[in-house]
């Protein structure tokens, strides 16, 4: 069975970087779409990055267009979401998500993956 695990989160400041990992495991990543999304308290689930079925074409949430970077290790089955240049508004707890099917380009609605792992708290203070 596949299972999603974040780790990474934490405590930070306006300005700072941090890097969140997500780790694959039950199968190899390749035939997964996957992406990382967050939630604020009291909000909406929100897109953040996103990658295809192939493991290229990356895409962004227009939020952290330019300040975040996200990558695949196809070796250690893990992604990774790079942040750069935090703001509080990027405080929420981040999810790792995964689907079966082989989608050219991510998809920004949370409905369409069906795998998730338990997420993991960023608080950034101004």
């Known amino acids: 069975q596949v299972r999603l695990e974040e780790s990474g989160g934490g405590l930070l400041q306006t300005g700072d970087s941090l890097r969140l990992s997500c780790v694959v495991s039950?199968?190899?990543?390749?035939?997964?779409?996957m992406a990382w999304f967050r939630q604020g308290s009291g909000k909406d689930r929100e897109f953040v990055a996103g990658?295809?079925?192939?493991?290229?074409?990356?895409i962004y949430g227009n939020s952290v267009q330019g300040r975040f970077t996200a990558s695949k290790d196809f070796a250690k089955n893990t992604i990774y979401l790079q942040m750069s240049n935090l703001m509080p508004d990027d405080t929420g707890v981040y999810y790792c998500?995964?689907?079966?099917?082989?989608?050219?380009?991510?998809?920004?609605?949370?409905?369409?993956?069906?795998?998730w792992g338990q997420g993991t708290q960023v608080t950034v203070f101004s």
């Open positions: 990658i295809n079925w192939r493991g290229t074409g990356w």
């Open positions: 039950g199968r190899t990543v390749s035939p997964f779409a």
């Open positions: 998500a995964a689907t079966d099917a082989r989608l050219e380009t991510a998809a920004e609605t949370p409905d369409t993956y069906y795998y």
